[in-house]
């Protein structure tokens, strides 16, 4: 089983930067899978960024592509998401989740597809 923390949220204007951390528990590199979601009030939950189990591998939607960028630390065992350019659309709470796959080289974009999530952190961008 692994534990999952984000942190790095924040209120910022649009236009700027901002670096999401999510600190993994346990063995986690080359065994799980990593996604970033985020939710806004009032709206379902979706998906910006995903990193495959061998860490080689990114995906992103239309919305945030040239924008995010997942990464993943195995020193650290921290998975990063690094947002650019912010825009007032972009805020959310934003949670990290995991899943369990021998499938190292395969992204999963539905949040039904992972096992394990952290708390969130919000994001707030002003226009």
């Known amino acids: 089983q692994v534990q999952l923390g984000e942190s790095g949220g924040g209120l910022l204007q649009a236009g700027a930067s901002l670096r999401l951390s999510c600190a993994a528990s346990g063995r986690f590199f080359n065994r799980y899978a990593v996604g970033w979601f985020r939710q806004a009030p009032g709206k379902e939950r979706d998906f910006v960024a995903g990193?495959?189990?061998?860490?080689?591998?990114?995906y992103y939607p239309g919305s945030v592509k040239g924008r995010f960028t997942i990464s993943g630390d195995n020193a650290r065992n921290t998975v990063y998401l690094q947002m650019n350019s912010l825009k007032p659309e972009d805020t959310a709470v934003y949670y990290c989740?995991?899943?369990?796959?021998?499938?190292?080289?395969?992204?999963?974009?539905?949040?039904?597809?992972?096992?394990?999530w952290g708390q969130g952190t919000q994001v707030t961008v002003s226009s």
């Open positions: 990193l495959s189990a061998s860490g080689g591998i990114t």
């Open positions: 989740a995991a899943r369990p796959t021998v499938d190292f080289g395969v992204t999963y974009t539905k949040d039904n597809e992972y096992e394990y």
